[in-house]
């Protein structure tokens, strides 16, 4: 089954740090999807991206978020000065588009550690 | 906006014991619905999802959920757990017509299966 993949699988960071994480989306979606889950809270919207440009993002997503797809396969998530409070496992994920391609996929998230 | 709420945040049981856990969500309009596990260490996997039709959904490893309209709920079900039944469990909710069609995640419930 094809599956998203997210590198790294954890990171540890200073804060002040800037941090990119990535993500290979399934190969024929076209909705891209950040997420994120602080330890021991619930799973967190962040962003949307399809086209080539952000569909929708949450108040968590300020100015120090941005993400990127650079090549047609890579979707990024660029974290620019990195805070305590950004750590978190952040999830990649990827929806084809209609109504019967509505699952949205995940990867197998990356953890941040940000000291 | 919509929001998910998932009533239970701990449940402990015995293998070979039943179990239910409850997820009712808000949002008027057409909503697709989802169960995700998350295994200790591992990364959010899709269990069962709802588009339309029966209301009972069968999903992987003996899982089932049955939406009912009238309560906005949809409630994940299986008969007899077993010990690797143990992770957390996220309802979430695709409202339809929403840019971007994001999820929005319930709080999770830990279940904690003893042998």
């Known amino acids: 089954e094809p599956e998203v993949t997210q590198t790294p699988s954890h990171q540890v960071t200073q804060m002040g740090q800037e941090v990119i994480l990535r993500c290979v989306p399934i190969s024929n979606h076209l909705y891209f999807y950040w997420y994120r889950q602080i330890l021991g809270q619930k799973v967190e919207f962040l962003v949307s991206?399809?086209?080539?440009?952000?569909?929708?993002k949450s108040e968590i997503f300020d100015d120090q978020f941005s993400v990127e797809r650079p090549d047609g396969s890579n979707f990024t998530l660029k974290i620019r000065s990195t805070k305590l409070e950004d750590s978190a496992m952040y999830f990649c994920?990827?929806?084809?588009?209609?109504?019967?391609?509505?699952?949205?996929?995940f990867g197998e998230g990356s953890w941040l550690t940000v000291v | 906006a919509q929001s998910v709420s998932q009533h239970n945040h701990h449940v402990i049981l015995s293998e070979a014991a039943s179990l239910e856990l409850g997820c009712n969500y808000s949002y008027g309009g057409t909503v697709n619905l989802f169960w995700y596990v998350q295994y200790p260490g591992q990364h959010l996997q899709l269990l069962l999802k709802y588009f339309s039709g029966d209301p009972l959904v069968k999903g992987i490893k003996g899982f089932e959920a049955e939406f009912i309209k009238s309560k906005f709920s949809f409630n994940l079900r299986k008969p007899s757990v077993q010990w690797s039944d143990t992770a957390e469990y996220f309802c979430a909710v695709n409202s339809l017509g929403t840019a971007g069609n994001k999820l929005t995640f319930g709080g999770g419930t830990r279940v904690l299966v003893k042998p």
């Open positions: 991206f399809y086209n080539n440009e952000i569909s929708e």
């Open positions: 994920a990827s929806r084809w588009t209609g109504v019967s391609g509505n699952t949205i996929y």
